[in-house]
């Protein structure tokens, strides 16, 4: 990027971070989540230290929240409250290190670590150990006296347990309990009121109260993170002395180096649904007070502190390209290929963009600044347009009216939405077909590559050639030889049996995923009765509507379906016929994350719905259980927010085997 384009581009996100600082802060609302909004305030950040001649004093990397409310009296701080600088990795932090380094040549020998909460940062001021004030950090310099509604908060003391002479500044943070946030929203949504989306807003709005008493119904706390010089030489003994006076203090731990901090950081991200309160990321700061001090500040933020951001579920990025991939049902799917960024911990490039529909939808245009979200372990998808950054010279996306994969027509599906290639014997429908059945045949070893090769060399045309593949043809291959070519054909060999759901989910019926399949497995048994089935008797089966059963009618009707079972038949492809199960899970639905000890993700989905349960890849309001192994995802958080029960491995296996 060249200057002229550094400085359009600063200009921009200037101007687009301004208004949505203004939303949060002082409206107490957003348009954009947290995440897209910290993606946007490092891409600043980051440019601002590309190219310094562009900073200026009205940035928003040099200005700390909002603007006063009218409606309260404005107060100055005795001291300036200070932003923190982002970091999302141990690279950046490195970086960070060095950067104070070279201002302090002395080497920093030990970090305090500390939770960063996600709440309302104020600043209590006592006298004589009596609290005479409380404000909020407005715009670092001047805050809003909301001292009257910080009173009525029980874990703020209204006096210390020590009588310290003089005034003495404590900052923390208004938050609410994660159990608290979704009482209080239960309430709401009973009272047929609006519900707060997340907890910082419900803190802001309920200490900005112009009643005191309305701040009081609130369940609000206060957790301190700051304490005025009154002896102490670090910060942490600042914290255990914010303790001996009373205050509840943040979560935190003394470490000497980045390695350290590294270990705090992902042993707090992996523990932070245990946390009562919503957490961010992890405070790092020179622990040290006196160098601490003598690192100073760079702008609106100190140069010995820096918060590093868990990764967050959405980012911000540009569109560089969409490319159209045919996949096994014939539909198109158009792909984004984004500027490289950082979601939930891993690196994503591209995005997927569902339809031309969805393009329409969000007028999404390539070169524009687009939201990301990755939840859990779902593929990123495009959210949201930024067009206020748009330059002009973005670009509409082309919607083909040709496969790109063998150029015949394109037509949309009829009674949906969806883009499909005409011809069905497409090169790319094979390979993906061919690859779905693999999975649901459990065979391992087997990947595109593999599987495009092998269609090349006419060794596959269809998925059950899978079972006539022939050891000496793969063997001779370049890249294979006999010792991978027999153990590929072994694993095959050992897949013959197949259980009827599986073998449903193989075949690649338009609309028929896991679920689907395993109703019709459980309605009718065997796939002779499945293939017999009419329309009307479909529709009567759970998890089968109109759509879904003309797609079944249709594909069992085809000349391409008859083929298909019989060479299934000739391979020597066993199906097994389906039990009916006793549906004691009736309506159930459950999710799973983390990691499984004692029983395999795929068999404890399978043991569900044979009783009667339902699996579902994300959580929502209709989720009547998350079974949570080790290392969960973003899903347990989720969950916990919406109220839906968790179980452990032990408690999820002893419901399996009372049902």
């Known amino acids: 990027m060249d200057k002229i384009e550094a400085e359009k581009r600063i200009s921009k996100l200037k101007e687009v971070i301004e208004h949505h600082r203004y939303l949060y802060h002082v409206l107490d609302t957003q348009e954009i989540s947290d995440g897209a909004l910290d993606s946007l305030k490092h891409e600043l950040f980051e440019l601002e230290e590309a190219f310094p001649e562009f900073r200026t004093e009205d940035s928003p990397t040099q200005r700390v929240g909002g603007k006063p409310r009218e409606q309260f009296a404005k107060i100055t701080h005795r001291t300036r409250m200070f932003s923190m600088e982002d970091v999302f990795s141990l690279e950046e932090l490195e970086a960070w290190l060095k950067r104070i380094e070279k201002v302090d040549q002395n080497s920093v020998n030990g970090f305090y670590t500390m939770t960063k909460v996600d709440g309302l940062a104020v600043s209590l001021t006592y006298k004589d150990g009596v609290l005479v004030q409380a404000a909020t950090r407005g715009d670092g310099k001047i805050g809003e006296d909301v001292t009257q509604n910080v009173r009525t908060i029980e874990s703020v003391p209204l006096r210390m347990r020590e009588e310290l002479k003089g005034t003495v500044d404590v900052r923390g943070e208004i938050y609410i309990t994660k159990d608290d946030f979704t009482k209080l929203n239960e309430q709401l949504e009973k009272a047929g009121e609006k519900q707060y989306a997340n907890p910082r807003n419900l803190s802001a709005g309920s200490i900005r109260q112009l009643d005191p008493a309305m701040a009081a119904a609130r369940p609000l706390r206060f957790i301190a993170w700051h304490l005025d010089d009154i002896g102490q030489t670090s910060q942490t003994e600042s914290i255990a002395r914010l303790k001996e006076l009373g205050f509840p203090t943040v979560d935190g731990a003394t470490v000497k180096d980045l390695d350290g901090v590294a270990k705090q950081f992902h042993k707090m991200d992996k523990d932070r649904e245990k946390y009562k309160y919503w957490i961010d990321g992890l405070v790092v700061r020179v622990d040290n007070l006196a160098q601490y001090g003598d690192l100073g500040v760079v702008g609106k933020t100190p140069r010995g502190l820096v918060a590093w951001k868990f990764p967050p579920e959405e980012s911000t990025t540009k569109v560089e390209e969409v490319n159209w991939f045919v996949g096994r049902t014939g539909k198109l799917t158009p792909v984004a290929t984004v500027s490289a960024t950082q979601i939930a911990g891993t690196t994503v490039t591209h995005a997927t963009l569902h339809n031309?529909?969805?393009?329409?939808?969000?007028?999404?245009?390539?070169?524009?600044?687009?939201?990301?979200?990755?939840?859990?372990?779902?593929?990123?998808?495009?959210?949201?347009?930024?067009?206020?950054?748009?330059?002009?010279?973005?670009?509409?996306?082309?919607?083909?009216?040709?496969?790109?994969?063998?150029?015949?027509?394109?037509?949309?599906?009829?009674?949906?939405?969806?883009?499909?290639?005409?011809?069905?014997?497409?090169?790319?429908?094979?390979?993906?077909?061919?690859?779905?059945?693999?999975?649901?045949?459990?065979?391992?070893?087997?990947?595109?590559?593999?599987?495009?090769?092998?269609?090349?060399?006419?060794?596959?045309?269809?998925?059950?050639?899978?079972?006539?593949?022939?050891?000496?043809?793969?063997?001779?291959?370049?890249?294979?030889?006999?010792?991978?070519?027999?153990?590929?054909?072994?694993?095959?060999?050992?897949?013959?049996?197949?259980?009827?759901?599986?073998?449903?989910?193989?075949?690649?019926?338009?609309?028929?995923?896991?679920?689907?399949?395993?109703?019709?497995?459980?309605?009718?048994?065997?796939?002779?009765?499945?293939?017999?089935?009419?329309?009307?008797?479909?529709?009567?089966?759970?998890?089968?509507?109109?759509?879904?059963?003309?797609?079944?009618?249709?594909?069992?009707?085809?000349?391409?379906?008859?083929?298909?079972?019989?060479?299934?038949?000739?391979?020597?492809?066993?199906?097994?016929?389906?039990?009916?199960?006793?549906?004691?899970?009736?309506?159930?639905?459950?999710?799973?994350?983390?990691?499984?000890?004692?029983?395999?993700?795929?068999?404890?989905?399978?043991?569900?719905?044979?009783?009667?349960?339902?699996?579902?890849?994300?959580?929502?309001?209709?989720?009547?259980?998350?079974?949570?192994?080790?290392?969960?995802?973003?899903?347990?958080?989720?969950?916990?927010?919406?109220?839906?029960?968790?179980?452990?491995?032990?408690?999820?296996?002893?419901?399996?085997?009372?049902?």
């Open 356 to 659: 031309a529909d969805e393009i329409e939808r969000l007028d999404v245009r390539i070169g524009d600044t687009v939201i990301l979200t990755k939840a859990g372990d779902i593929i990123p998808k495009i959210t949201n347009v930024l067009t206020d950054l748009r330059t002009g010279e973005e670009q509409k996306i082309v919607i083909p009216t040709k496969c790109p994969e063998c150029d015949a027509d394109v037509a949309k599906r009829e009674g949906g939405v969806d883009s499909v290639c005409t011809n069905q014997s497409c090169f790319s429908m094979e390979r993906e077909r061919i690859l779905h059945a693999a999975r649901a045949f459990d065979i391992m070893g087997l990947g595109g590559k593999t599987v495009e090769r092998f269609i090349q060399e006419g060794l596959l045309t269809s998925p059950p050639d899978l079972f006539r593949l022939n050891e000496q043809e793969v063997a001779q291959l370049e890249g294979f030889g006999e010792v991978s070519a027999q153990k590929l054909l072994l694993e095959i060999s050992q897949k013959k049996t197949i259980s009827l759901p599986s073998f449903i989910v193989a075949l690649s019926i338009p609309h028929v995923g896991e679920q689907t399949a395993f109703a019709l497995a459980q309605a009718f048994q065997t796939i002779e009765k499945v293939r017999g089935a009419n329309k009307d008797i479909l529709i009567a089966i759970d998890d089968v509507g109109e759509i879904v059963a003309e797609a079944i009618v249709d594909f069992f009707s085809s000349e391409r379906a008859g083929h298909m079972l019989t060479a299934y038949q000739d391979a020597g492809v066993t199906v097994e016929v389906a039990e009916k199960q006793e549906k004691t899970l009736d309506g159930k639905t459950f999710v799973m994350t983390g990691t499984l000890e004692n029983i395999g993700r795929e068999e404890a989905k399978d043991k569900i719905r044979k009783l009667g349960g339902k699996v579902s890849g994300s959580v929502s309001k209709k989720t009547d259980y998350i079974v949570v192994g080790s290392d969960p995802g973003s899903k347990a958080q989720k969950a916990a927010d919406l109220g839906v029960m968790a179980l452990s491995e032990t408690e999820f296996l002893t419901m399996l085997t009372l049902n």
